[in-house]
C-alpha cells in the first residue's frame, strides 16, 4: 500500500490549479508560444492586408452608395426635367393644333369669298349674255316683224312700194308701237 501513495499525492496535486483542467502545462505553453508566433505573424503581415482590404472595399461600397444616391437624384431631376419638356410640348402642340385650326378656318373662309365672287361673276357674265342674247332675238323679232309688217302691208293696199321706203314705213310703225 506504500507505493500507493504517491501515486495517490500525484494525482491529488494534479486535480488542484492546472491539473483541475487535464492540462499537460509544456504542451499548453507549447500551445502559448505557438499561438504567439501565429498572432505575430498574422497581426505583423496579414492583419494589415485583410484590414487594408476591408476598409477599401467600406470605402467602396460608401462610394457606390453615393454614388447611387447622386444618380436617384439625378434621375429624379431628369424626370422632373422630362415632365417639364413634355408639359412644354404638349403646350407648343396644343397652340400649333389652335393655328392649324385658324388657318384652316381663314382658309375656308378665302376659298368661300373666292367661290361666291367667281359665282357672282358667272351670275354677271350670264347676265350679260342673256341682255346681249335677247336684244338679238330683239333685233331678229323686228326684222320678222317688219317683214311679216311690208307682206301684210302689200296685199292690204296691194301694191308694192320699193325696198327703201318699205323700210322707212315699217320703221315708223314700230317706233309707234313700241311707245
Request: glycine share 2%.
Amino acid at each position: 500500500m506504500v507505493s500507493n501513495i504517491p501515486v495517490k499525492l500525484a494525482a491529488e496535486s494534479s486535480s488542484s490549479g492546472i491539473g483541475a483542467f487535464n492540462i499537460n502545462l509544456k504542451s499548453f505553453i507549447f500551445q502559448l508560444v505557438t499561438f504567439a508566433i501565429v498572432l505575430f505573424v498574422l497581426s505583423k503581415w496579414a492583419l494589415p492586408k485583410i484590414t487594408a482590404t476591408i476598409d477599401s472595399r467600406r470605402t467602396a461600397l460608401e462610394q457606390s452608395l453615393e454614388q447611387a444616391k447622386q444618380t436617384e437624384e439625378a434621375l429624379a431631376k431628369a424626370e422632373a426635367k422630362s415632365e417639364e419638356i413634355l408639359a412644354k410640348a404638349r403646350t407648343q402642340a396644343d397652340e400649333a393644333l389652335a393655328e392649324g385650326k385658324k388657318a384652316a378656318a381663314n382658309f375656308i373662309t378665302a376659298a368661300e369669298s373666292k367661290a361666291a365672287e367667281r359665282a357672282a361673276l358667272i351670275v354677271k357674265e350670264a347676265e350679260t349674255k342673256l341682255g346681249e342674247e335677247r336684244e338679238k332675238l330683239r333685233q331678229d323679232l323686228r326684222q320678222e316683224l317688219a317683214a311679216l309688217v311690208a307682206d301684210a302691208t302689200a296685199k292690204v293696199i296691194d301694191e308694192k312700194l320699193d325696198a327703201k321706203r318699205d323700210m322707212s314705213l315699217i320703221e315708223r310703225a314700230i317706233k309707234g308701237m313700241s311707245r
